[in-house]
């Protein structure tokens, strides 16, 4: 009789179906996670962005809060100026990061004496599935259910939940 040689069929097969299973089993686990990340970068971005308008709005009153993102990052910042004040780094300023794009809205008034902040995912359910805002008092806010159009009071302020 000869001496077998390597595994057989059925073997391999059973070491497939266990690696199968364990990737069933931790890919959800992964997917939750990155999105997990992806909104705790979204709300640091956010709290960026309110410190970078109170920085900005105090370097340059007669201009009040920035009108966008770009405006408080800037590409030229030798020296910083009220249209590249270089407050914010340049991933952020173009508007998205972590899966999340951002966008400053709703400026008013000469100087400028308002703004609304507001994140949401790129990819609804994949990169995010909160939505955040916040205003010129500062306070994070979370929408859990859909996009916002409008930051105000109805949006009720981030919990450490």
């Given at each position: 009789m000869r001496k077998q040689k390597g595994f057989s069929l059925i073997e391999l097969l059973i070491v497939v179906a266990i690696i199968l299973i364990i990737a069933a089993i931790a890919i959800p686990n992964l997917l939750r996670a990155r999105i997990a990340a992806n909104e705790s970068s979204a709300v640091a971005s956010?709290?960026?962005v309110n410190t970078?308008?109170?920085?900005?709005?105090?370097?340059?009153?007669?201009?009040g809060y920035a009108?966008?993102?770009g405006a408080l990052a800037g590409t030229s910042c030798t020296p910083p100026s009220s249209n590249s004040a270089?407050?914010?780094d340049t991933q952020l300023g173009g508007g998205s990061k972590s899966g999340y794009s951002f966008g400053i809205s709703g400026?008013?008034?000469?100087?400028?004496?308002t703004y609304q902040m507001i994140g949401a995912p790129l990819t609804p359910n994949q990169t995010?599935?909160?939505y955040f805002c916040s205003f010129a008092d500062a306070v994070v806010r979370v929408n859990p259910t859909g996009a916002i159009a409008t930051c105000d009071y109805t949006q009720g302020p981030l919990n450490a939940n």
């Open positions: 956010v709290r960026t970078a308008q109170i920085t900005y709005n105090s370097s340059y009153s007669t201009v009108s966008s993102l270089c407050l914010i400026t008013s008034g000469t100087p400028v004496n995010g599935v909160r």
